[in-house]
């Protein structure tokens, strides 16, 4: 998906990343008084810009406990007493919560449907020889040099003929589909870094290759598919022109959908407390993951520019 | 395992063929035969009109000027990002561990990268908000408040207000990137230098950017593709719209958008899916070209 998280990566150039000592930590004489200095100075533009960005994110916060008076004529102060209400009717008025509902349901079927189909072409793609593999490789990997924009008239056309248009399926089945070309391309430098061994001991053990795949490959696996896993849950969460586009009752929003058409309409109902609960709730989950798997999360969205 | 070779290889791709041939390639494929159509949706017969689409559209003066402001974009998107994170990037790599709290300072710079466009640019506009935006009211407390504005209704900042967001919430994401690849320069090389009295910025200059050139062309070409598209924050921040400053903030994406969902001029909006197509390959292959430089195997 170009949309949003990824920009999309153009195609291999290499560059492996050997392990080599850190070259910050190696004194050479002469240079480490002078390193102090730097370390002491290097610090301002660190500050700042660390500043810039988490005081937005914690004004954000704070701004969703206020009363709209506050914020209005007091956007500095902390809140007198915590408006926990903004997040109730953030919750249920500003319908957040049937939008959390929604993105939850589709996800769970894009995110499944995404790594199911991904790993098992990948693994194909990886581990068997056949004419064509190398020309299927590419043709995935095509997907990820073409703007999402270039197929949007036609793909809201033929989504409406296959009465999939606003439809919750036909929503993570586009998904699915634009996650393609990048987890296959990753899960493939994956599969081909297992060893060849395992594959071909538990086929002599009469193991059928679907048995291989599902019962070893995949569990081996399981670094990559996390990766990808997280990497794409972020990608569909904060999907904004595909369900823009795709889906059209209100009652189906996605939640970064709602939420831009929350901030379209000038806030709801001018209720900014409200508003910027709704911004957290939908924040919360992409700072917990971020929390939780930061360095995977770093080396899966950084893969595309590494090794590609 | 030959003999069976296809009993695997067969069912197992056929799922993504499927989803990817009919929900990716064809929607491409099928845009750039709408784009030669003056179909408005309502009927199923698609007239032919040839290029009159991309000659209308060429000669239409709000088409040009959106394509003019991806163009400005691109320009700015590039320098002040890539500089912006190879500065952090060296200072963290050559400061090493002597920097404190760089742990910290990665994982906070990296994080507006997994927070959804349309967050970052709601947030965004609030703090430009003109009466109780943050940036004003830190504009009137350091005493510049003579430059305080309606930096989104203003038409002369409206763009560069939107760029800076992006340029904010990018940068951590390159630093990464470029800490990652600066990292794989082998120490001895540095240590050489040293020894000869190589100043830090003659070590930066003549070893680190030679040395991970190719990172840097790729986030080039990664930060250009990002600019012919800016459509999330372009629409969060203003909705799109045809109020002035919307207008002075219209990107071709944007344009698009609303020839399509609101005008429904499915082949005039197929025509401007197409040039964005042809002018992110024109660039590719442009920005490969014209950043070629020797590589250093090492």
């Known amino acids: 998906m170009s949309t949003s998280l990824v920009p999309t990566p153009p195609i291999k150039e290499s560059l492996e990343t050997p392990s080599t000592p850190q ?8 240079q480490s008084h002078s390193k102090r200095i730097l370390g002491i100075v290097a610090q301002i533009p660190l500050i700042i810009w660390a500043v810039m960005v988490i005081f937005p994110f914690l004004w954000m916060i704070m701004t969703s406990l206020k009363t709209n008076q506050e914020i209005l004529f007091s956007p500095w102060s902390l809140p007198d007493t915590p408006q926990w209400v903004n997040f109730t009717n953030a ?8 939008y959390v509902f929604n993105s939850v349901i589709v996800i769970a ?82 599969f081909k870094t297992l060893p060849e061994e395992i594959a071909e001991a538990s086929t002599v053990d009469g193991a059928g290759p679907y048995r291989t795949f599902f019962q070893i490959m995949l569990p081996m696996a399981k670094p990559g598919l996390i990766a990808m896993g997280i990497f794409n849950f972020l990608g569909h969460w904060n999907q904004y022109l595909l369900p823009l586009v795709l889906i059209q009752s209100e009652s189906k929003r996605m939640l970064s959908q709602g939420l831009g058409m929350l901030a379209i ?21 992409s700072l917990i993951i971020y929390v939780l798997f930061q360095r995977r999360l770093e080396s899966g969205l950084t893969a595309g520019a590494l090794k590609g | 395992m030959q003999y069976h070779k296809y009993r695997i290889v067969i069912p197992f791709l056929l799922p993504a063929l499927i989803l990817y041939a009919v929900f990716v390639l064809y929607p491409y494929t099928r845009a750039f035969y709408v784009s030669m159509t003056s179909w408005r949706g309502v009927s199923a017969n698609m007239p032919f009109v040839g290029l009159d689409n991309y000659t209308r559209l060429l000669n239409e003066s709000r088409f040009m000027d959106a394509l003019l402001r991806n ?8 320098i002040v990002t890539i500089s912006i994170a190879l500065l952090f990037a060296a200072v963290f790599t050559q400061g090493g561990s002597g920097i404190m709290g760089s742990g910290f300072y990665r994982v906070v ?22 009466t109780y935006g943050l940036l004003n009211a830190f504009l009137r407390l350091i005493g510049l408040g003579s430059m305080t504005r309606a930096w ?16 904010w919430s990018s940068v951590g994401f390159y630093m990464v990137i470029f800490m990652a690849s600066m990292q794989s320069i082998p120490t001895s090389f540095y240590e050489a230098a040293v020894l000869d009295g190589a100043t830090r910025w003659r070590q930066f200059r003549d070893i680190t950017l030679p040395l991970m ?32 400053s919307a207008r002075k903030s219209e990107v071709a994406a944007i344009y698009m958008y609303n020839e399509a969902f609101t005008q429904s001029r499915w082949g005039s909006a197929s025509a401007v899916g197409v040039i964005l197509l042809i002018l992110t390959l024109m660039l590719s292959v442009v920005l490969m070209r014209i950043t070629r430089r020797e590589t250093y195997e090492f």
């Open chain 1, 23 to 30: 070259l910050g930590d190696l004194d050479i004489a002469g």
């Open chain 1, 91 to 98: 919750w249920t008025e500003a319908h957040i919560g049937r």
């Open chain 1, 109 to 190: 079927m894009s995110l499944t449907g995404t790594l199911l189909v991904s790993s098992m072409a990948a693994y194909v793609l990886a581990r068997f020889s056949f004419p064509g593999n190398r020309l299927l490789f590419y043709i995935f990997i095509a997907g990820l040099m073409f703007p999402v924009f270039l197929g949007l008239v036609p793909l809201y056309f033929l989504m409406n003929d296959l009465h999939l248009k606003d439809t919750y399926h036909g929503l993570a089945l586009v998904y699915i589909a634009y996650s393609l070309p990048f987890t296959i391309f990753f899960l493939v430098g994956f």
């Open chain 1, 265 to 285: 309409q000038q806030g709801y109902q001018n209720d900014y407390g409200a508003l910027f609960a709704a911004m957290t709730i939908t924040m919360v989950p």
């Open chain 2, 71 to 78: 163009g400005q974009l691109l320009i700015v998107l590039p």
């Open chain 2, 109 to 130: 710079f990296f994080f507006p990268q997994v927070i959804s466009a349309v967050i970052v640019g709601m947030l965004f506009t609030y703090v430009y908000n003109p």
């Open chain 2, 152 to 167: 989104l209704g203003d038409v002369s900042t409206v763009l560069w207000a939107i760029a800076a967001v992006a340029i």
């Open chain 2, 213 to 244: 050139w190719e990172t840097i062309r790729t986030a080039l070409i990664y930060i250009a593709i990002a600019a012919l598209d800016f459509f999330t924050l372009v629409q969060v921040m203003t909705g799109g719209g045809s109020s002035a």
